[in-house]
T-cell receptor
Framework: GESVGLHLPTLSVQEGDNSIINCAYS??????FIWYKQESGKGPQFIID?????DKRQGQRVTVLLNKTVKHLSLQIAATQPGDSAVYFC??????????FGAGTILRVKS | GAVVSQHPSWVICKSGTSVKIECRSL??????MFWYRQFPKQSLMLMAT?????????EQGVEKDKFLINHASLTLSTLTVTSAHPEDSSFYIC???????????FGPGTRLTVL
């Protein structure tokens, strides 16, 4: 079936370094993508989104890149902080308003 | 703005009992809400789409008679896990779709443990 997958299940970075979390999606019809952050025991928190008519979008310390040719998303976090430690999910909307979540990447920030 | 709450935040029940989880959009109206289930170290899996005033739409493999969904108002959807068993233990998360921003807002989740 349709799925959104992640390349790396766990990413460990040193505090202050930049983090890059990757995601591959499979539905070429998806035109909207979202990155979520989920802390332990909490619901997902919206980080940033991007539509298929864009290649890049920047937020505060975060940047999302979309490569439609290879169906790849990435989330870049600048100057990673201990508070960034969480599980990160990419999600796509292939139709309607239904979100399809990827497997998730655990980001561990070492002080 | 755009706050979604869930109640309870955690619940422990005996096998065979039923448990109701509430999802409320506190500052906006949501004609559509979604229910997800998340097992430890796994992703969120959509269980069903809850539509105000009509029957819920369940994803393939989700038993509608076991997971009863009621969306009686524009700010409240409930999920009832009937005759719960230990394998139903999970983290249940709801989201509410806000049309004005074309965005789903997630609740904090409910941890269900069935003994």
């Amino acid at each position: 079936g349709e799925s959104v997958g992640l390349h790396l299940p766990t990413l460990s970075v040193q505090e202050g370094d930049n983090s890059i979390i990757n995601c591959a999606y499979s539905n070429s019809a998806s035109d909207y993508f979202i990155w979520y952050k989920q802390e332990s025991g909490k619901g997902p928190q919206f980080i940033i989104d991007i539509r298929s008519n864009m290649d890049k979008r920047q937020g505060q310390r975060v940047t999302v890149l979309l490569n439609k040719t290879v169906k790849h998303l990435s989330l870049q976090i600048a100057a990673t902080q201990p508070g960034d430690s969480a599980v990160y999910f990419c999600a796509e909307i292939p139709y309607g308003n239904k979100l399809v979540f990827g497997a998730g990447t655990i980001l561990r920030v070492k002080s | 703005g755009a706050v979604v709450s869930q109640h309870p935040s955690w619940v422990i029940c005996k096998s065979g009992t039923s448990v109701k989880i509430e999802c409320r959009s506190l500052d906006f109206q949501a004609t559509t809400m979604f229910w997800y289930r998340q097992f430890p170290k796994q992703s969120l899996m959509l269980m069903a789409t809850s539509n105000e005033g009509s029957k819920a739409t369940y994803e393939q493999g989700v038993e509608k008679d076991k997971f009863l969904i009621n969306h009686a108002s524009l700010t409240l959807s409930t999920l009832t896990v009937t005759s719960a068993h230990p394998e139903d233990s999970s983290f249940y998360i709801c989201s509410a779709f806000r049309g004005a921003t074309d965005t789903q807002y997630f609740g904090p989740g409910t941890r269900l443990t069935v003994l």
